[in-house]
């Protein structure tokens, strides 16, 4: 079946650093990745879209040099927080598209900022 | 822009009981929405729990049920007797249609817990 991994589950950083966090799709081909943060007492709300070859597209408050984005191939992506403060906590959830309807989730990401 | 609203939680019911979570949309970029129900079980990601990509029709998994309901701009979530093992967050949500990319706009989230 289809499973996306997404990695670490939980991790911590001081405020003003970085942390990468990976997702990799398993028996399917991510064609597109979308990437989706839940801040405290939100909810999800999207990042970016990655689409192999083409353009990352960023939504409205969210950058590239915040959120850098790689995804290389069809089965693997991830995203950097840089500079990460007290804002950036929350769960991040990588979404990968295996079918034009089917968007699959991975466990998420919880980031701690110190 | 898109908007999603759904039943506040968190919602408390006992085993066997029924269940509704009202969903309400508005999608004023998207001409014909997908909508779709999402749960997500304590320490777990988001999984798709019900889809449905035509108006009017009716999607169900696990014994839950949604439909489409385009007059009333509504895809209310309902099970009629729960399970303990249902207790999770259920998030409602509407994305473009296929052929388009992964942006989906989430409601709040409705958490539910289910009494033995």
């Known amino acids: 079946g289809a499973l996306v991994y997404q990695y670490p589950r939980r991790t911590i950083c001081k405020s003003g650093t970085s942390m990468r966090m990976e997702c990799q799709a398993v028996?399917?081909?991510?064609?597109?990745v979308a990437w989706y943060r839940q801040s405290p007492q939100k909810t999800f709300e999207l990042i970016a879209l990655?689409?192999?070859?083409?353009?990352?597209?960023?939504e409205q408050n969210f950058t590239q040099e915040k959120f850098p984005i790689s995804h290389p191939n069809l089965s693997f992506s991830s995203m950097t927080v840089l500079n990460a403060y007290l804002e950036d906590r929350g769960l991040y959830l990588c979404?990968?598209?295996?079918?034009?309807?089917?968007?699959?989730f991975g466990s998420g990401t919880r980031l701690t900022v110190l | 822009g898109d908007s999603v609203t759904q039943t506040e939680g968190p919602v408390t019911v006992s085993e066997s009981e029924s269940l509704i979570i009202n969903c309400t949309y508005s999608?004023?970029?998207?001409?014909?929405?997908?909508l779709f129900w999402y749960v997500r079980y304590p320490g777990e990601g988001l999984q798709l729990l019900l889809k449905?990509?035509?108006?009017?029709q009716k999607g169900s998994s696990r014994g839950f049920e949604a439909t489409y309901n385009k007059e009333t701009t509504s895809f209310h979530l309902q099970k009629a007797s729960v399970q303990e093992s249902d207790s999770a967050v259920y998030y409602c949500?509407?994305?473009?249609?296929?052929?388009?990319?992964?942006?989906?706009?989430f409601g709040a989230g409705t958490r539910l817990a289910v009494c033995p």
């Open positions: 979404g990968a598209r295996e079918s034009a309807e089917t968007l699959y």
């Open positions: 028996g399917f081909q991510a064609t597109s």
């Open positions: 990655s689409t192999v070859n083409s353009a990352i597209k960023y």
């Open positions: 999608a004023t970029s998207i001409a014909y929405p997908n």
């Open positions: 449905v990509i035509t108006a009017g």
């Open positions: 949500a509407l994305g473009e249609a296929s052929g388009s990319f992964n942006k989906l706009t």
